[in-house]
């Protein structure tokens, strides 16, 4: 069996540039070492974070998750209400590390987007939003903890970011600012450049080319199969394990482990080519596949000149409804991705397993928590799009959400409605660390942690007293396009209508899909929509009929009341976004 099984969001880890070499350094001048953590908490447990690229949970992307759903799901909570705020890999990996909504971390980049960027990075602020409120640099500050990223951490990486021009504060970066103790960092599937603080040769300030090394240290693949990155990535954060459990100075740790599959282009590693159940994965053809509505438009390169009311007649915005049909070159192309999306999470499972069973062996499950999930959801042809995410429907927005720890019920669920907004204080609480204020997002664990009676970390029960259950009956969704995108020359993935504000609604009104949208949005604040969707999730789960303008004549109450949620979550930062 492969142990466990990464390219860089299409291409090798970029090499940072001489020029940035001095820059960087001059922040560090006089230094030994990079900062040092704080005293090591003595009641503190262990935090694993495993995060995939693209994982749905709607259209199959779960399905193959075996091993993990036995010693994950089994042995704790899945979350059955749990959505991305923003679909799209910098935004969603920013606000998670952050803890904040797209709009507290947004940079001064227009809409609509005037070109596609890497994962949309140019639409945050990295170095001025997101990066000083690293909740890993928080664990290591204030409790002590021993911290490790193996995988995808941003999309360029997570080094100086000098070049979009968006970042207000571009030196700032975790590599050289106390967020990780050990990187192994790179994203891919074969060929990886990692980012690597223990190469030989690396030393601190941990910037120059040395600190890069290619597949596998020393360039030479110790596992089975020729380098395939999530194995190797996954080969590191066991070795990395062994080393901690081995240590004198006894820190608790936390892991973030990312591997990029199932990201396109979805290689395989080559010992699940073939021969597995995913060799017949298809695209489910759900309702919405290949579906847009009865009335379709043309494309267009432009926004309209101003503010109209619908547009051109259609139930959905224009980067749905402009779509054409699906041919069979299309479809086989659509299917083919949906194999390789499959065959690429049975290395993920290899590699979540392998992780677990090392800490089972090592007798350390008892005292860690575990955390599973994605950085979004997808599309395999739903909706129009034949790849991708980026859409406000379910496939998009629903992900993979698991935890098990102590105190977790097992076989239990979640039912609290929450988003990745949400993990960062989440995982502080579980470190006994209370949510800061400049977080938007809810510590999850008064929800979670439920069995009071058996072994608690401290922390735990510290927290437990500070922080209560809530309730929630709603989760914010925030999208700024990426521009003019194409596949080949049939299907925009991205355009200039795709930019919008909305909420996933479940409570005494009923369950909605609500949003507007507005090619203007960043500008406008998002007072001048020229379209909006409404779709009744208990009737129309794969959100089909657009039932806005009727409803606006039937019950304007509720479009009133769906409007205002959704603009108070719009403006909320901090303590005020307890919605």
Not at 249 to 259: D, S
Not at 380 to 399: A, C, D, R, T, V
Not at 524 to 530: E, I
Request: glycine share 8%; proline share 8%; with cysteine.
């Amino acid at each position: 069996k492969a142990t466990v099984s990464v390219l860089y969001c299409g291409s090798e880890m970029v090499m940072l540039k001489a020029c940035m070499f001095s820059l960087a350094a001059s922040l560090v001048a006089g230094t030994e070492g990079p900062p040092p953590p704080g005293p090591p908490c003595k009641d503190c447990p262990n935090i694993v974070l495993m995060l995939t690229d693209d994982q749905d949970e709607v259209i199959g992307g779960w399905d193959q998750m075996g091993q993990t759903k036995t010693k994950v799901q089994q042995q704790g909570a899945i979350a059955t209400e749990w959505r991305i705020h923003t679909p799209i890999c910098g935004p969603s990996r920013g606000q998670l590390q952050s803890g904040r909504y797209m709009h507290s971390i947004a940079s001064k980049e227009a809409t609509p987007s005037p070109k596609v960027s890497s994962g949309a990075v140019n639409q945050i602020d990295l170095g001025g939003k997101v990066w000083p409120y690293f909740f890993a640099k928080t664990l290591r500050e204030k409790k002590g903890y021993v911290t490790g990223l193996f995988g995808k951490c941003m999309n360029g990486d997570c080094g100086i970011n000098t070049e979009n021009g968006y970042s207000s504060n571009p030196l700032a970066n975790p590599h050289q600012d106390g967020v990780f103790d050990r990187w192994f960092e790179g994203t891919g599937y074969i060929n990886t450049t990692f980012y690597d603080n223990k190469a030989t040769g690396c030393e601190w300030p941990w910037n120059s080319s040395k600190c890069h090394t290619k597949t596998h240290p020393g360039g030479v693949w110790a596992g089975k199969g020729d380098g395939y990155t999530t194995s190797t990535i996954g080969n590191q954060t066991v070795e990395w394990i062994h080393e901690i459990a081995a240590s004198t100075e006894k820190r608790p740790f936390f892991i973030y482990f990312a591997p990029h599959a199932p990201h396109s282009p979805a290689t395989p590693a080559p010992w699940y080519e073939s021969g597995t159940s995913c060799d017949k994965i298809i695209a489910p053809r759900i309702p919405n596949w290949n579906y847009s509505g009865p009335t379709r438009t043309s494309c267009s390169a432009q926004p309209p000149p101003g503010p109209v009311y619908w547009w051109n007649n259609t139930d959905f915005h224009e980067l749905v409804s402009c779509q054409p049909y699906f041919d069979k070159q299309d479809v086989a192309a659509i299917d083919d991705l949906a194999q390789k999306r499959c065959k690429t999470l049975l290395s993920v499972d290899d590699s979540y397993s392998t992780i677990l069973e090392t800490l089972e062996s090592l007798k350390l499950m008892d005292n860690t928590y575990i955390l599973v999930t994605s950085d979004h959801g997808y599309n395999l042809g739903h909706h129009m799009l034949p790849s991708n995410k980026f859409l406000l429907y379910e496939h998009s927005l629903k992900i993979p959400m698991l935890f098990s720890g102590p105190g977790i019920a097992k076989n239990s669920k979640l039912t609290t409605m929450g988003t990745q907004v949400d993990l960062a204080p989440t995982i502080l609480g579980l470190a006994g660390i209370p949510t800061p204020e400049y977080m938007d997002g809810r510590s999850m664990v008064p929800n979670l942690v439920t069995q009071l009676d058996g072994y608690l970390p401290d922390s735990v029960r510290q927290h437990l007293e500070d922080a209560a259950p809530f309730e929630r009956t709603s989760t914010f969704h925030e999208y700024y396009n990426q521009g003019p995108w194409l596949v080949g020359s049939r299907h925009p993935l991205d355009d200039w209508s795709n930019t919008y504000i909305g909420v996933t609604y479940k409570g005494s009104k009923g369950q909605y899909k609500f949003a507007m949208y507005d090619p203007y949005g960043k500008q406008t604040n998002f007072t001048k929509p020229y379209m909006y969707e409404l779709f009744n999730l208990a009737t129309d789960p794969y959100e089909l009929h657009n039932i806005y303008n009727a409803t606006v004549k039937s019950d304007p109450e509720l479009v009133q009341s769906l409007t205002a949620l959704t603009y108070r979550w719009y403006h909320c930062q901090g303590p005020s976004c307890d919605i």
